[in-house]
């Protein structure tokens, strides 16, 4: 089935969501359980993007080094902890709600994250936006996650779009490279958890602040809206 509308892509952590208090939280309960010290929100917004499994081994990494079997025993005390306690400090970026309300009239809205499926789909509730996504996927929803193609083409197509007229929006190099991947356009947002200067990650545009989205959408991915106007 095609929705005959433009699919825009959202990653969730540090694009959607500042989600890097209670990831702070989780990875606080691994390192104490190893006897190490605790590392700071700031710190954590530098290692999230590329699964929990990256987001603690920069923790241990940090905190003295860490080793496979480390973060074997880790990794279920992480999902525990996260998964209680997902939206204690995790609120939407400014912006996002309104700007996603304006572009639902125009597009189908989908959700392709690193993070676990089940996870992000606790999350999108506990924030009550169950209804806003056509689709979400997860890192763990197929073999391969960002920044692969895959993904991005999996979601636009269980959202009823074409890769055609879809568009990513992420804030880490493995959401512009997932985008590359999939020749697809890509918006930048500068305000997240960048794992790299701007201007490596080459998007197609960069936004500093989420208002500023349909313009970017405008500009960076005109040939995906019907009208050639783009969303309102
Ligand atoms: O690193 C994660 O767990 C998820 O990050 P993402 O939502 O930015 O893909
Ligand atoms: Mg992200």
Redesign the pocket.
Known sequence: MNTNKPCIVF?????LVD?APD?AGAMNAVLRHFGRSEVSTDAVRR??????R??MAEGLRLTGGGTDAMLDEGQPIFLDHYGRNICVESRPFDGVESVLDRLAADAALA??????VA??EKLIASLGWGDRFAAILG?DSLPV??PDAAPLYEVIARSGGDPARAAMI???S??MGAARAANIPSVLVSY??LDAPVADLRADAVIAHFAELPAALRRAAPSIWSTGAGPA
Do not use: E, I, Q
């Open positions: 990653d969730l952590d540090g694009t989600t990831l290692m999230v993007g590329h699964g929990a990256r987001t959700v392709c994250t690193n993070k676990p996870l992000a890192g996650r960002k992420g804030d880490s493995s959401d997240g958890y």
